[in-house]
C-alpha cells in the first residue's frame, strides 16, 4: 500500500475520533472544513486553478463550504475512497496526495495540546526525505538566507543557495517536511545567526 493511502486512511481514523468540530493547524478551519477541502480537491475539477491562482479561489472556496455543510460521514467516506476513477489526481495518487495527505493529517493531529510525533519506519522516514527536499527548494523561496536540511544520521541537503548566510534545520524528515510547508508544531532544531534563524522562519513558508 502506498504512503498516500496509509495516510489517507490514518488520517480518516483520526477525524472519527476527533469529531468535525476539532481544530487544525490550517488557519481558522476546523477538521470539517480540511475535510471538505480534500474532497473537493479530487473531486471538482472546477476548483482545481484556484487552489494556486489567486483570482480564481473564491470560487474554489465557495465550493468548499457548500461542501463542509455536508454529511461529515459523507466526506470522510469521500476521502477514504480517494479520487475517483474520472478525476486527474486518480492516477497519479501516490504520487500527488502522499505529501498532502501526510501534512494534513498532522494538521489535525498536531492541534491537539500534548501532541508528539508519531514513530515512523525508515522506509516512510526515507520516502519523506525526497519529498522534504523537493518542498524545501520551493518552501523557503522567500528567505535570502541558505538553508540545509540535515537528518539525525548527518545526511545533509541544501534546499536554497542564497550566499554565505546559512540556517541549519536539523531533525527527523517528517518534522522537515512540515517545517517546510509552513507548520510551526515541529520538532526541529536550528543552528544559524539569531537573525537569519528568524528570517527563515517568518520567510512565508509553503508551496
Request: glycine share 10%; charged share 30%.
Amino acid at each position: 500500500m502506498s504512503l498516500a493511502r496509509d495516510e489517507r486512511h490514518a488520517l480518516v481514523r483520526t477525524m472519527t475520533r476527533t469529531g468535525p468540530d476539532a481544530p487544525t493547524l490550517c488557519g481558522d478551519w476546523t477538521a470539517r472544513d480540511l475535510a471538505a477541502h480534500l474532497v473537493v480537491r479530487e473531486r471538482r475539477i472546477d476548483t482545481m486553478p484556484g487552489i494556486v491562482l489567486p483570482p480564481l479561489a473564491g470560487h474554489t472556496e465557495r465550493v468548499r463550504a457548500e461542501a463542509a455543510g455536508g454529511s461529515w460521514e459523507q466526506l470522510l467516506a469521500d476521502i477514504e475512497s480517494g479520487p475517483p476513477i474520472w478525476s486527474p489526481l486518480y492516477l497519479v495518487d501516490g504520487l500527488a496526495n502522499a505529501a498532502e495527505m501526510f501534512v494534513h493529517h498532522e494538521d489535525v493531529r498536531r492541534a491537539a495540546p500534548g501532541w508528539e510525533p508519531r514513530p515512523l519506519d525508515p522506509s516512510t522516514q526515507d520516502r519523506l526525505w525526497q519529498m522534504a527536499r523537493q518542498v524545501g527548494r520551493r518552501g523557503y523561496r522567500g528567505t535570502d538566507v541558505t538553508v540545509v536540511f540535515e537528518r539525525p544520521d548527518g545526511t545533509r541537503a541544501t534546499v536554497r543557495r542564497r550566499g554565505p548566510r546559512t540556517v541549519v534545520l536539523r531533525g527527523e524528515p517528517a518534522e522537515l517536511l512540515l517545517h517546510a510547508f509552513g507548520r510551526d508544531e515541529v520538532r526541529v532544531e536550528t543552528s544559524g545567526e539569531a537573525a537569519d534563524v528568524a528570517e527563515v522562519a517568518a520567510s512565508g513558508r509553503g508551496i
